[in-house]
């Protein structure tokens, strides 16, 4: 791209830019038409995007990136995002998910507070106000998160909004729990799996939205977003792991058992995205059609 018009661009800083949602991010906004500048912590992402390390736990260093680049928008991606871990190390959790957002949000403060900022949270926040609901250290930093981020866009008057997704689901390497299914389908389709497929609860209720629909809610809320607000995004409709599965079985020719450890009823989850479609915005990719694509995806990148 002619550096002239690179620099004519919006500059859009994406942490964890090496994660599934962060390259999905980096793709997006270069081809929307921002100067994209991804953050990871060591590796580098893509050598058609800038691409600045930065221990995003490090005051010091979170400043010293901040003050370099003076970003016109932040998508805070970056995090741990694992339920499992955070209960075996509840503090790291709390730093990478709570104290670096506190870190990014006092520097850019400091150097251009005029970023407008999109948080992204998760649905397993909990209500503060009822400290009952609170299940795992990973929904405590989570909360947290957000309220620090309500906090500055509150004392200092800064542009900051809160995205909170369902389960995001697509093409590339994910731990969720649709591509551990196609990556499992795909081994039994070339014979390097048994044919049985095991889940703890065939009827647990899950909203699924594609990345590609989240991603265009990421760029309104970062153009159009009120500040201090949390935006559900989600697809509106609730699909239980056995309505999931079958799907997947009308996708491949590959013959399996489903085995449920339990067979426990569980009310359908909607989650409307009421104020997204106040912006404008609605989900367009069905879920059979984001399951087709992952399966292709494993089919071709099956390690």
């Known amino acids: 791209m002619d550096a002239n018009l690179m620099s004519s661009l919006p500059k859009l800083l994406i942490t964890g830019a090496s994660g599934f949602t962060g390259k999905h991010a980096c793709h997006h906004f270069s081809k929307a038409g921002f100067e994209v500048i991804a953050v990871t912590r060591t590796q580098s992402f893509n050598e058609e995007i800038q691409t600045e390390h930065c221990d995003l736990t490090n005051k010091e260093a979170v400043r010293r990136m901040i003050k370099k680049i003076k970003p016109e928008f932040l998508l805070h991606l970056a995090g741990q995002n694992q339920v499992g871990q955070s209960w075996l190390d509840p503090v790291m959790s709390l ?32 209500d503060p106000a009822n400290m009952s609901t609170l299940t ?12 620090i ?14 995205a909170k997704p369902s389960n995001l689901i697509g093409t590339g390497f994910s731990n969720g729990v649709c591509s551990i299914f196609a990556k499992k389908i795909v081994d039994m389709e070339e014979n390097k799996s048994k044919k049985v497929l095991e889940v703890n609860n065939l009827y647990a209720q899950r909203d699924y939205i594609d990345i590609r629909d989240a991603l265009s809610a990421y760029e309104i809320l970062l153009v ?13 409709k609730s699909h239980s ?38 912006l404008g915005w609605k989900p367009n990719i069905l879920l059979k059609s984001s399951l087709q694509d992952i399966l292709t995806f494993y089919r071709k990148n099956n390690r």
């Not at 506190?102 to 949270?121: D, F």
């Not at 795992?136 to 309220?147: F, G, I, R």
């Not at 981020?149 to 809160?162: D, P």
């Not at 009310?267 to 009421?274: F, L, S």
């Open 149 to 162: 981020a309500q906090s500055w866009a509150i004392l200092y008057n800064m542009h900051i909004v809160i």
């Open 224 to 236: 159009k977003g009120k500040s201090g607000e949390i935006y559900d995004i989600s697809s509106g």
């Open 95 to 126: 730093e990478v998910n709570a104290v670096a957002t506190a870190y990014l949000l006092e520097a850019l403060r400091q150097e251009n507070p005029s970023c407008k900022i999109v948080i992204v949270g998760s649905a397993l926040q909990f």
């Open 241 to 278: 792991l056995e309505e999931v599965i079958n799907c997947f079985k009308s996708l491949t020719e590959a013959k399996f058992e489903t085995l449920s450890r339990t067979d426990e009823k569980e009310q359908k989850v909607e989650i409307i995205p009421y104020r997204l479609k106040e």
């Open 136 to 147: 795992h250290p990973y929904s405590l930093s989570k909360t947290l998160q957000v309220v």
